[in-house]
Structures are given as structure tokens and as C-alpha cells.
T-cell receptor, first 112, second 114 residues
């Protein structure tokens, strides 16, 4: 079946540090890839997405590149802020399916 | 637009009780779904619907019923609650024409079953 593996948290960084959250996947078909973010007490919000190999998704300073050869979609940000503290979920959806398959989430805490 | 709304925000049930979690959206989305979120498990799909009168099972449907009588509403029913159903429940909606890749999530319902 489809699955998403992302790095275990929690991750604690100082403000302005570089962020990488690793995500790898296995898929039964051709997947679209997503990063969702969940701020404390809220539902999930789509952060960025990529629908084909070598596409780069970007939003709010976050980036992730769809790497088919390594089945990866790592999330990066060059300089994190305290307001980026949240739980980040990597997810995939296979073409023709309605179902999103999520990773377990990575909690990020950014300290001043 | 209110987006996706869920009620209640928090509920405590005793084992064997029944209840309905409400979900509504005002974006005229065809697709709606229910997920549960458990610590260390990410989100898992319970049921989904691609339009009024059409529902289907997701990854973890046992113990839950759904119906979709209108485009706006997609209630989730627990007929006989069990402690294993203690979780945070999220409703989401999306447009079918973009293949539901962009799903909008509600704020969640936290359920505790004693």
C-alpha cells in the first residue's frame, strides 16, 4: 500500500536556524506530494504541494522538491521564526484516488 | 465564508453511548471526508463522500457511520462508543475538479470515551 515516513520529532531550533524535515514515500501509483501544517489548536492547512517529478513547491519561505529517484519530498526553510512552531505533516495522494495518506507528523518548536 | 465548521469542540462519552459529530462547509465542495488523529499515528481516513447521497469507506471505517443528504453537511455517527475511539476528529472538504488535492480542514473535535 501507500505509506509516508517522516523524521521523528520533536525538533527544536533557534530562531533563524535552517530547517530540514525529511519525508520519504512508497506509492502504488504516481503520487502528488504535499506538506500540511497544523498550528496549535487548529486544523491542518496545506503548506505546499508538488504534482510531478522535479517540481518544487514553495510557500511562506518553505520549499520542497519532488525527487522521484529517491522517493523523497524533504521540507526546508532557510531561516525559521517562532511563528513557524507547529506540527508538519507530509502526505501523498495517488492519481485516481481520493485518499490522502499522511505521515505521523513532526513537531517543530522554534525558540527565540 | 466560514469554511469548514465542526461541532462540538470537545465531548466526553461513556462506553456504549452514541453521538453524532457535525461537519458543515459553505464552499459548495463536492468532496468531504472524516479523519481521526491519534498520537504518533498521523491522520487516518475514516469515511469520505464525493457528493450528496454518495459515501465510501476509508482506512479505518469500523464503528462509524456517515451519510450525505446535502452538499453542505457530512455528519459522523458513533453508534456505540468505545475507548479505542478516543481521538481528535477532523472533517475536511475539497473541490473534485482539482482532484481534492487541496483539502480544507475544520478545527477538530476532541472526543474522550471513558
Amino acid at each position: 500500500g501507500d505509506s509516508v515516513t517522516q523524521m521523528e520529532g520533536p525538533v527544536t531550533l533557534s530562531e533563524e536556524a535552517f530547517l530540514t524535515i525529511n519525508c520519504t514515500y512508497t506509492a502504488t501509483g504516481y503520487p502528488s506530494l504535499f506538506w500540511y501544517v497544523q498550528y496549535p489548536g487548529e486544523g491542518l492547512q496545506l503548506l505546499l504541494k508538488a504534482t510531478k517529478a522535479d517540481d518544487k513547491g514553495s510557500n511562506k519561505g518553505f520549499e520542497a522538491t519532488y525527487r522521484k529517484e529517491t522517493t523523497s519530498f524533504h521540507l526546508e526553510k532557510g531561516s525559521v521564526q517562532v511563528s513557524d512552531s507547529a506540527v508538519y505533516f507530509c502526505a501523498l495522494k495517488v492519481a485516481g484516488s481520493y485518499q490522502l495518506t499522511f505521515g505521523k507528523g513532526t513537531k517543530l518548536s522554534v525558540i527565540p | 465564508n466560514a469554511g469548514v465548521t465542526q461541532t462540538p469542540k470537545f465531548q466526553v462519552l461513556k462506553t456504549g453511548q452514541s453521538m453524532t459529530l457535525q461537519c458543515a462547509q459553505d464552499m459548495n465542495h463536492e468532496y468531504m471526508s472524516w479523519y481521526r488523529q491519534d498520537p504518533g499515528m498521523g491522520l487516518r481516513l475514516i469515511h469520505y463522500s464525493v457528493g450528496a447521497g454518495i459515501t465510501d469507506q476509508g482506512e479505518v471505517p469500523n464503528g462509524y457511520n456517515v451519510s450525505r443528504s446535502t452538499t453542505e453537511d457530512f455528519p459522523l455517527r458513533l453508534l456505540s462508543a468505545a475507548p479505542s475511539q478516543t481521538s481528535v476528529y477532523f472533517c475536511a472538504s475539497g473541490e473534485l475538479r482539482v482532484s481534492v488535492e487541496t483539502q480544507y480542514f475544520g478545527p477538530g473535535t476532541r472526543l474522550l470515551v471513558l
